[in-house]
């Protein structure tokens, strides 16, 4: 098996939590007989910094070659003054445009292991395993009219929607479920927004090619609740971009940080894949960041990009293992048990390494 | 001291929380020589049924010549159908045009007797106080151009905020935080929204004025995770008008039920009071709604309509009391323990009064 993929490191924590990431997948490969491939490329700030542009030219030819995209973070506090076209963000949402994978896929599980890392209480996070799929190209992210500058007393977004793209990403989701427990709730705010009110019925509509699978709707304020007091209801959970964006980082607090939640986005040209974290730039260089959320990116490229199911399960058991046997990044110490050991962000690539 | 005060009991268990809520205000007012007068109006799915409108002229008329509004619940799944200009909800976004209030007040408190209830860890939520000051007037939710019919391939809604509209609330979150502990939390999605960046722009300006106060900005989505994992760091968390419906409904889970919180709308030509929760129309009439949501939205009527600041703790103090006596309806009977007793909306209302 032959895989191309571009690392594009970006800012704060990516480049560190990338390379233990490629680790992993040189490790795969070694092992298995595949050969992958890594082209290095610029995004974000440091883009910016280097070239001027957050997503250059060359980054984004020699991403279009590859078969995936393996990205780590970007975002830094120095551009915090740009607007968001000048910012590190921008390279982002270009570079998601521009792959066109439609399909944002972040799981979200309590693992066993980490049940004290979580705020929630044990009982409540037992056996949750839910999955979003975010639609990663509409809405307000891309919506025009969009409009402020800095003399203005007025700005404008857009949040716009048309029926395919919404199919689409249906579609997506109840695939996706009809493999796991064969519910889809659908997140909108349809008694308020038209544009819920759109994508409310078109997910209905959708639906009945998939008579197997529930379909239940909730609001996004309500959803913000559930989702904390019952995650155990919920099995795949559909939203448009912006919630979710919201609710995905609220269920990071399911697994008890953010920094083990992996990310692909499927559909387009190239799929992209990356950690949910940012780049978290006061913690960067320190060795605290958190590793996990890169390798299970990692394992998602070997399921939906290699076609390696089997390895892509054997890194997931990895990281459980790791898990099980007390190492912890700073961000997943919270309530430290005796018996648990503190590791730095290269010492968790390494014991992922080991237990694969 | 006189109060005249429209009671708009709306949809589900609207009218029955109201109804202990205004039995509430009675007796404030039979205890300390006041003279509270209640005019009722129609608002939402009853008053579609009952005129054809979502808010018929005869209420809001009413409404205007009232000293404060307290409002139920609005919605009802029979309506589902209609779009949002049609719905129940439109009398509900109509009304808070028409009184003017553009500052929602929603605070999120953790009752020790009731840490039992929240899916969060008691050590996570003991001592939590955060005020929300959400924008209510602005934003998604009024935006235009807005747009969809059921045969268009495509939806729209705006967001849009001027200048204006973010300073007026920004002034009351600082105003209120200064009576508290210094601090404001401003949200937004400045790194990818222009809305937001006037946003965060604006409120960095206003906060000079205050200098007493410290002013932090989060991202909404970083945000919805913090207020899970380290609640106790915030203390006034003002958002726009969509973040702070997600956000508010999120932290509810702090206290363990929506049905706990109350709210203030202030800054308009009427004061608008609401209850946090919804209608629930699935557990209208059973006697399972909690009535505390309302009857905490009363006492906020006695603090900001009738400055009668001393009775308003009074009612917090009945709560508390009835609350620490192991008294639950059924939403915080989560985890119940020994020496609680169950007991319905009407129980509910009747205990509060007893320990006034
Ligand atoms: C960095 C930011 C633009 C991005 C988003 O909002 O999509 C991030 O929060 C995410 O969830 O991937
Ligand atoms: C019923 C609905 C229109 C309303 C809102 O979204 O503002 C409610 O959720 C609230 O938070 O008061």
């Not at 998939?210 to 559909?238: G, K, W």
């Not at 190239?270 to 590793?291: C, F, M, Q, R, W």
């Not at 290699?306 to 990281?319: I, P, W």
Request: some cysteine.
């Amino acid at each position: 098996m032959r895989l191309k993929i571009a690392v594009l490191a970006g800012d704060g924590i990516g480049p560190e939590v990338t390379k233990q990431a490629t680790n992993i997948l040189r490790a795969v490969a070694e092992m298995g007989g595949h050969e992958f491939t890594f082209v290095e490329g610029l995004i974000g700030g440091t883009a910016i910094t280097e070239t001027g542009s957050p997503l250059p030219t060359a980054t984004l030819d020699a991403a279009l070659e590859c078969d995936a995209v393996l990205l780590g973070a970007v975002g830094d506090n120095k551009f915090n003054a740009l607007p968001p076209d000048k910012r590190p963000e921008a390279g982002l949402l270009q570079i998601r445009q521009a792959l066109g994978g439609f399909a944002n896929l972040r799981p979200s599980i309590a693992y066993t292991a980490l049940s004290a890392s979580s705020p929630l209480r044990p009982e409540v996070t037992k056996d949750v395993d839910i999955l979003f799929v975010r639609e990663l190209l509409g809405g307000l992210y891309f919506g025009a009219p969009r409009w402020w500058d800095r003399n203005s007393n007025e700005a404008i977004n857009t949040m716009r929607y048309t029926r395919d793209e919404v199919v689409r990403v249906a579609r997506v989701a109840f695939e996706l479920a009809g493999n796991r427990r064969q519910k889809v709730t659908s997140v909108d705010k349809a008694n308020v927004l038209e544009v819920s009110q759109l994508w409310r019925a078109t997910v209905t509509e959708v639906a009945k090619d998939y008579p197997s699978v529930t379909l239940e709707h909730q609001l996004v304020d309500s959803m913000a609740m559930h989702i904390m007091n019952i995650p155990r209801n919920f099995d795949v959970v559909l939203t448009e971009n912006l919630f979710g964006d919201i609710l995905s980082d609220e269920a990071g607090v399911i697994t008890g940080s953010l920094g083990m939640l992996p990310s692909a986005t499927i559909g387009g040209a190239v799929n992209l894949y990356e950690p949910v974290h940012g780049s978290a730039p006061d913690i960067a260089g320190t060795g605290k960041a958190n590793p996990l959320g890169a390798i299970l990116t990692a394992a998602m490229i070997l399921r939906h990009s290699a076609n390696l199911e089997q390895d892509a399960k054997a890194v997931e058991a990895a990281v459980n293992k790791v898990l099980d046997a007390g190492y912890r990044t700073a961000d997943i110490a919270r309530g430290q048990q005796p018996g648990q050991t503190p590791v730095s962000t290269q010492e968790m690539g390494k014991l992922v390494h080991q237990a694969l």
